[in-house]
């Protein structure tokens, strides 16, 4: 696999500066990744897709951004959807393909149905939907920001500061192997004691709630545009219903399933996914 992407740009947004990495000219891609971990996620597809289309991959204010946001910026979840359209507006982007996974996939699902003017595909990996935002082994995190706020996101960055603990939770979400550059970029931020790191999460983290991904859902009949569902069979956390309850909500879906893979698809099967999109562009 390919070496670990640096961020290469970053954009002063009203919710203060976010980086992101931008490879390659053509279409363009643009890739929302989940919580823990940042626009690295995508390295692998990216470097296979950069060839025929312009990547762009966020860092969103999910525990592993290096930049923190303003104090005041809205992290909710419609607030974060509100984020990805303005970084969309800032970059002067149009006939944008959006590719989301974990956490990743809702804020696609709620940037469409709030945000739809410059997004002409969709892309969903293995993702939170309907009832399951958070889905029940990743509930604890919101339950435990409502009640304990920053000093939750200080439990968590305390729980995970050695490799063993780390990899041992991102095995929840993949079976590859993470190597130590790949820990250092998920985690380092989290644990480098910069509190509004740990404040931006929390923010986020008390504030999700399946009333944002049900509401979305009712108007993804009205997204008459291509979709995309690439799913991971050996998810642990991620239902395969709800993989085609997306496929039968929106007109134009198509739902396939990856063998050998959790829920980071990107992580586990990058070459396919990047092969699957190429096609999926291709014909759409």
Request: proline share 5%; glycine share 6%.
């Amino acid at each position: 696999m390919v070496a670990l992407l640096h961020t290469n740009g970053e954009v002063s947004l009203p919710q203060g500066i976010v980086r992101y990495r931008d490879e390659g000219t053509g279409p363009t891609l643009v890739f929302i990744h989940g919580l823990l971990v940042n626009g690295a996620l995508w390295r692998d597809v990216i470097a296979t897709l950069s060839g025929q289309f312009r990547c762009i991959a966020l860092d969103l204010p999910f525990g592993a951004h290096a930049v923190p946001l303003h104090a005041d910026a809205d992290l909710s979840p419609s607030g974060i959807a509100q984020l990805i359209a303005d970084f969309l507006a800032a970059l002067d982007l149009h006939d944008v393909t959006l590719v989301g996974n974990d956490t990743g996939g809702a804020m696609c699902q709620l940037t469409i149905v709030n945000h739809p003017e410059r997004i002409t595909r969709l892309i969903l990996t293995n993702c939170d939907a309907f009832e399951a935002f958070f889905p029940l082994l990743i509930k604890p995190f919101a339950d435990g920001a409502r009640l304990f706020g920053t000093r939750f996101a200080d439990f968590i960055a305390w729980a995970f500061q050695t490799k063993r603990a780390q990899r041992v939770l991102l095995a929840l979400v993949s079976l590859r192997h993470a190597d130590d550059a790949t820990l250092d970029t998920y985690f380092a931020a989290l644990g480098s004691g910069n509190r509004q790191i740990r404040r931006d999460v929390s923010k986020f983290l008390k504030t999700v709630s399946n009333r944002y991904t049900l509401e979305a859902a009712k108007s993804f009949q009205y997204f008459q545009h291509p979709v995309l569902i690439v799913w991971g069979k050996n998810d642990l956390i991620f239902s395969t219903r709800n993989a085609r309850r997306l496929q039968q909500a929106f007109p134009h879906a198509r739902l396939e399933f990856v063998p050998r893979s959790r829920a980071f698809v990107p992580e586990d099967q990058p070459l396919l996914l990047a092969q699957k999109i190429a096609e999926f562009m291709n014909e759409s």
